[in-house]
């Protein structure tokens, strides 16, 4: 998309929020809604790989990843990076963590916190954290990632979705910005793009890092972000290993993508039908790049597991195994019984598998094997760490046991990327309001 600069007026229309038709709490599709509609209507199977030519294979692989970002508006050269480093400081001793900005679609700018070990001996994995809806880089487990990856031996991208954080127009977390329904056609597709380009950017800034070793690349994400890191593993080869936690039922029309009211899910999910079996073909893309891990409890009652049993997920498993001819890194998943809706990579589980595909520089799969564990919601509060009341369960985030011991809580005056001049300086640059200043100009210009 091109940049075009912002008329006052328009500049006032987005700020009055006259945009938002509804938010998600006015939204027409509510969570029971979604619980209702189940895994959707059933899905009709594509030819097996079997039935195909080597050459039709490898076309259809080819096809699929261009047909995808197509519909999301993703570049086919991604922008220029354009990383800086604001400033440093060491939230724990060992670690190092880097004020840093790079730039992603449309012009924008994201402002991140790259955690990494201060002494490291060869090369390194990456590690990149995308946030569940509401969550940034301020959120408990982006920072707590950031530092016990880091102590791990990993460089880790932490970020601000468009809307959260720095790029919230009062910096505010939780502030659900881009939850407004805008009346254009193809809002949420562009706005997914625009979280898609994110995430690569951030694997793009860690391949340009010499530290790191750019096979050993992966993808931390939860569920808003496990829905984005699905659909990047699936465009983006140079990733290595994904894990998707509270997520991945990636299901049939009218299922719970499909009728989920959020512009960053539904509108998307819904433009992916030309694929036909959208979870098959999205899971065979991810096996065609490497392997992932889809973590979830099965009492998540925010990701409708009720409705996603381990069969389910054995069912799109062997239809993606058929798309691709083999079972090669096909997602295996882990299933907790009586667990709801958290961010499962920092448990034991998680951080052990992340070993096996990335190998950590400083811990060993011996040492994780045996390592002390951190109680998340005793130390949330003897740290003062912001965790929502409902979040704080310890069927949910609260009741994790998150590997390692030792981790502050970071104050969210230290998360900061920008000084308040540069903010403001940045701002149009930065915001969910002045992207979506520039996307409607597009839109309505029918710019593609």
Same mark, same amino acid.
């Given at each position: 998309?091109?940049?075009?600069?912002?008329?006052? /007026?328009?500049?006032?229309?987005?700020?009055?929020?006259?945009?938002?038709?509804?938010?998600?709490?006015?939204?027409?599709?509510?969570?029971?809604?979604?619980?209702?509609? $189940?895994?959707?209507?059933?899905?009709?199977?594509?030819?097996?790989?079997?039935?195909?030519?080597?050459?039709?294979? #490898?076309?259809?692989?080819?096809?699929?990843?261009?047909?995808?970002?197509?519909?999301?508006?993703?570049?086919?050269?991604?922008?220029?990076?354009?990383?800086? #480093?604001?400033?440093?400081?060491?939230?724990?001793?060992?670690?190092?963590?880097?004020? =840093?900005?790079?730039?992603?679609?449309?012009?924008?700018?994201?402002?991140?916190?790259?955690?990494?070990?201060?002494?490291?001996?060869?090369?390194?994995? %990456?590690?990149?954290?995308?946030?569940?809806?509401?969550?940034?880089?301020?959120?408990?487990?982006?920072?707590?990632?950031?530092?016990?990856?880091?102590?791990?031996?990993?460089?880790?991208?932490?970020?601000?979705?468009?809307?959260?954080?720095?790029?919230?127009?009062?910096?505010?977390?939780?502030?659900?910005?881009?939850?407004?329904?805008?009346?254009?056609?193809?809002?949420?597709?562009?706005?997914?793009?625009?979280?898609?380009?994110?995430?690569?950017?951030?694997?793009?800034?860690?391949?340009?890092?010499?530290?790191?070793?750019?096979?050993?690349?992966?993808?931390? +994400?939860?569920?808003?972000?496990?829905?984005?890191? %699905?659909?990047? +593993?699936?465009?983006?080869?140079?990733?290595?290993?994904?894990?998707?936690?509270?997520?991945? =039922?990636?299901? +049939?029309?009218?299922?719970?993508?499909?009728?989920?009211?959020?512009?960053?899910? &539904?509108?998307?999910?819904?433009?992916?039908?030309?694929? +036909?079996?959208?979870?098959?073909?999205?899971?065979?893309?991810?096996?065609?790049?490497?392997?992932?891990?889809?973590?979830?409890?099965?009492?998540?009652?925010?990701?409708?597991?009720?409705?996603?049993?381990?069969?389910?997920?054995?069912?799109?498993?062997?239809?993606?195994?058929?798309?691709?001819?083999?079972?090669?890194?096909?997602? #295996?998943?882990?299933?907790?019984?009586?667990?709801?809706?958290? #961010?499962?990579?920092?448990?034991?589980?998680? =951080?052990?598998?992340?070993?096996?595909?990335?190998?950590?520089?400083?811990?060993?799969?011996?040492?994780? /094997?045996?390592?002390?564990?951190?109680?998340? &919601?005793?130390?949330?509060?003897?740290?003062?760490?912001?965790?929502?009341?409902?979040?704080?369960?310890?069927?949910?985030? $609260?009741?994790?046991?998150?590997?390692?011991?030792?981790?502050?809580?970071?104050?969210?005056?230290?998360?900061? =990327?920008?000084?308040? /001049?540069?903010?403001?300086?940045?701002?149009?640059?930065?915001?969910?309001?002045?992207?979506?200043?520039?996307?409607?100009?597009?839109?309505?210009?029918?710019?593609?």
């Amino acid at each position: 998309m091109e940049w075009r600069p912002q008329s006052e /007026a328009l500049q006032q229309l987005v700020g009055a929020g006259l945009l938002a038709l509804a938010t998600l709490a006015g939204a027409a599709q509510t969570s029971a809604d979604r619980a209702k509609a $189940g895994v959707g209507a059933p899905v009709q199977e594509l030819t097996p790989a079997k039935d195909l030519s080597p050459k039709e294979r #490898t076309a259809r692989e080819e096809h699929w990843p261009q047909e995808i970002r197509q519909q999301l508006f993703v570049p086919d050269f991604l922008p220029r990076l354009d990383a800086k #480093t604001w400033s440093s400081f060491s939230p724990v001793e060992g670690v190092v963590a880097d004020r =840093v900005t790079y730039q992603t679609a449309d012009g924008m700018v994201v402002p991140a916190i790259v955690y990494r070990p201060e002494k490291q001996h060869g090369k390194i994995p %990456g590690i990149v954290v995308i946030n569940g809806h509401g969550g940034d880089k301020f959120s408990w487990y982006a920072f707590y990632s950031g530092m016990m990856f880091a102590r791990a031996g990993a460089m880790v991208v932490t970020y601000d979705p468009i809307g959260e954080g720095e790029r919230n127009i009062d910096k505010k977390s939780r502030a659900g910005s881009h939850d407004k329904i805008v009346d254009t056609p193809r809002w949420g597709q562009r706005l997914a793009g625009l979280m898609q380009v994110d995430a690569m950017q951030a694997v793009s800034y860690l391949a340009s890092r010499p530290e790191v070793d750019p096979k050993r690349i992966g993808i931390v +994400g939860y569920s808003m972000g496990s829905f984005i890191a %699905g659909i990047t +593993g699936a465009i983006d080869t140079r990733i290595h290993a994904i894990i998707l936690s509270g997520g991945g =039922v990636y299901d +049939g029309p009218g299922g719970y993508f499909d009728m989920n009211p959020l512009p960053c899910q &539904s509108p998307p999910y819904k433009s992916l039908s030309v694929l +036909g079996d959208r979870g098959a073909v999205l899971y065979a893309l991810n096996a065609a790049r490497g392997p992932m891990l889809v973590m979830n409890g099965d009492n998540d009652t925010v990701m409708d597991m009720a409705h996603h049993p381990p069969a389910w997920f054995e069912s799109v498993r062997q239809r993606a195994v058929a798309l691709r001819g083999t079972d090669k890194n096909m997602f #295996t998943t882990i299933l907790y019984p009586g667990i709801s809706h958290r #961010t499962s990579w920092v448990d034991r589980d998680g =951080v052990e598998w992340l070993e096996q595909q990335l190998h950590f520089a400083n811990w060993s799969a011996a040492e994780i /094997a045996r390592m002390p564990t951190t109680h998340i &919601s005793g130390w949330a509060k003897a740290n003062n760490v912001d965790i929502t009341p409902s979040y704080m369960r310890e069927d949910r985030e $609260g009741g994790l046991d998150a590997l390692g011991t030792g981790f502050p809580g970071i104050k969210r005056s230290d998360l900061m =990327v920008l000084p308040d /001049a540069e903010w403001n300086a940045m701002k149009n640059r930065l915001t969910y309001e002045a992207w979506a200043a520039k996307t409607l100009t597009a839109e309505q210009s029918g710019t593609k």
